[in-house]
């Protein structure tokens, strides 16, 4: 950097590095998350598929 007479690198040594935190030991897991009404005849709807909920109670209602 022209103003600071230091380089790129040698500012992140400086400034940065010591913020950096390690990497997560478990690896990132992506989950979509939706609402879903459970049809009359106990299934929902994701996508292009149809999943039979398990448990009666719920027909009709939002999950």
């Known amino acids: 950097?022209?103003?600071l007479d230091v380089s790129r690198r040698q500012l992140f040594e400086s400034v940065e590095r010591a913020a950096l935190a390690s990497l997560p030991s478990k690896d990132y897991e992506?989950?979509?998350w939706r609402l879903?009404?459970?049809s009359t005849d106990?299934?929902?709807e994701f996508?292009?598929?149809f999943?039979?909920?398990r448990?009666?109670?719920f027909a009709s209602k939002s999950i």
């Open 30 to 32: 992506f989950a979509e």
């Open 36 to 38: 879903a009404r459970v």
């Open 1 to 3: 950097m022209r103003r």
């Open 51 to 53: 999943i039979r909920y």
């Open 42 to 44: 106990y299934h929902v």
């Open 55 to 57: 448990t009666t109670s």
């Open 47 to 49: 996508k292009i598929f």
